[in-house]
């Protein structure tokens, strides 16, 4: 049934008159779903999208600092690393080498920079792992044993924002899921409509030796190609609204991210497909239940 | 071809075919008559499928028509041509594809059948009305192209329920020999019909038997016709 659907039997569709109102609802109801669909992938795609940059931005490494007079910069160093290691959720703690801590500095300062004529403070790499370690006890802890040390953690903050990104790119999906459910709903009614009004053509065609798959496919093409229509037109119609949307900037933040990058942009065009998938499904039931019906 | 055995047939309270048994022989040309009401109707469609006896057995072709799904009812609905008592035709086709439905819906090849329905529609005199939608017919246009529709796939039975209903005379003399014609080509026909005039003169163009029914009963009309 599928390869006739895609083929398409011009014979066998004629037979099904070609019907007004649920011809229209169908055509409405998944452009409608279509447009909402799109906004609601958009949704879902940018939260993702901040999510994951937040969440990698997390797992970077926090940043112990340590300004000390010079002579006491090493002992200090060794100190505050040996509490870091005796702390738990701090999965690694390394001292940055000089050299680095060069690389670091080059973009302000240049190349060939000489850091024992500077004043540079001793950087620390401080890797969480999964639980995390309590920033305010550290911090009290370092505050006695190493008086130049200062914890910068300040990608901490955002873990509550990451989860909020993350639940609306759940609901996201959620609306999505919601959204080809109410078009089934929809279109499952228009098509029982469709199959009620034209119970005598059904007769008809039973009385002349057609077979029940015979008729279901002539509804189910119908309403497959309106819905994959209807759906393709909505689609256009919020590709449009999000293109419209301001461009996203560095700091733009999330309203003005709220678009489809790259390649993102064909899964929009996986929406008519599903819609006349949905269509496909709910109207082969409907029609086969009320075949069975109509007996 | 099609048999009857014992065949009874109730619907809520009343009864209204008891102890029915008949047997149409392949190439045999019957009448089936009596008043309105009597169940002419009611024996063709347990006959085609539509209905099923509530005591007895229909065979045709010689399968019980009791065991069969839907799939194997639209099957014998093709080997029996059926003109329906009201002539049922879907009213957004022109009158050429409405003859056609029963190649359309077997899935046959139309371009290859068009010879075929043209040469049928000029034999039920309807070429002319190809384009014409079913409400634009006359009664006795909608009776031909019924008939016309009940034999595009060449069926070895024809069932005709009232097929002169609502035509005049000559049109009646028509269609009786269309009828006639497809029993001399072998066909198994069977006609409903309280038109006695039409009995009459079929008796001399064919062979053919009258059944009538009475009382609930199937009996075989004398000489008297
Ligand atoms: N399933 C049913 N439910 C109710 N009534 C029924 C049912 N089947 C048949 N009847 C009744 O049985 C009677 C016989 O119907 P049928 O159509 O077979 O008669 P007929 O001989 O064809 O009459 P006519 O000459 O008027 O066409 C009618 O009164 C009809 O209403
Ligand atoms: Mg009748």
Partial sequence: ?295 | MIELDDVGYSYGGGELLSHVSVRLAPGSFHFLTGPSGAGKTTLLKLCYGALTPTSGVVRAFDGDLRGLDRGQTALLRRRMGVVHQDCRFLDHLPLADNIALPLIVSGRDMAQESANLKELMGWVGLTARADARPPELSGGERQRAALARAVILSPDVVLADEPTGNVDWEMSMRLLTLLVELNKMGKTVLIASHDLGLIRAAKSQVQARVLRISNRQLQLAGADL
Avoid: C
């Fill in chain 1, 1 to 295: 049934m599928l390869r006739t659907v895609l083929i398409g039997d011009t014979q066998a569709d004629r037979v099904v008159p070609p019907s007004g109102f649920t011809a229209q609802l169908t055509l409405f109801a998944s452009g409608a779903m279509a447009f909402l669909a799109v906004f609601a992938l958009a949704l879902s795609l940018a939260s993702g999208r901040l999510a994951d940059r937040w969440a990698s931005e997390l797992a970077r490494s926090a940043t112990l600092r340590i300004t000390a007079p010079e002579d006491q910069v090493a002992a200090q160093t060794e100190v505050a690393l040996r509490i870091l290691r005796q702390t738990p959720g701090v999965a690694r703690a390394r001292a940055l080498s000089k050299q680095e801590q060069a690389t670091l500095l080059a973009p302000w300062f240049g190349p060939g920079l000489d850091l024992d004529a500077l004043p540079v403070p001793q950087l620390i790499e401080v890797k969480e792992d999964e639980q995390g370690y309590d920033a305010a006890g550290l911090r009290l802890r370092l505050s006695a044993e190493v008086p130049g040390a200062v914890l910068d953690d300040h990608t901490r903050w955002r873990k509550p924002l990451v989860d909020a990104a993350n639940s609306l790119r759940r609901l996201g999906w959620i609306s999505i899921l919601l959204i080809g459910g109410a078009m089934a709903a929809m279109i499952t009614l228009a098509a029982n409509a469709a199959l009620a009004a034209n119970a005598q053509v059904i007769e008809v065609l039973r009385l002349v030796g057609a077979h029940d798959s015979y008729i279901a496919g002539a509804f189910v093409r119908r309403f497959t190609l309106r819905a994959f229509i209807g759906a393709g037109i909505g689609v256009v119609l919020g590709l449009a609204g999000v293109l419209l949307l301001p461009e996203a900037s560095d700091e733009g933040g999330f309203l003005t991210g709220l678009g489809f990058h790259g390649f993102s942009w064909l899964w929009p065009l996986l929406i008519p497909l599903l819609g006349g998938a949905v269509a496909f499904a709910a109207t082969g039931l409907a029609a086969r239940r009320r075949l069975k019906e109509l007996s």
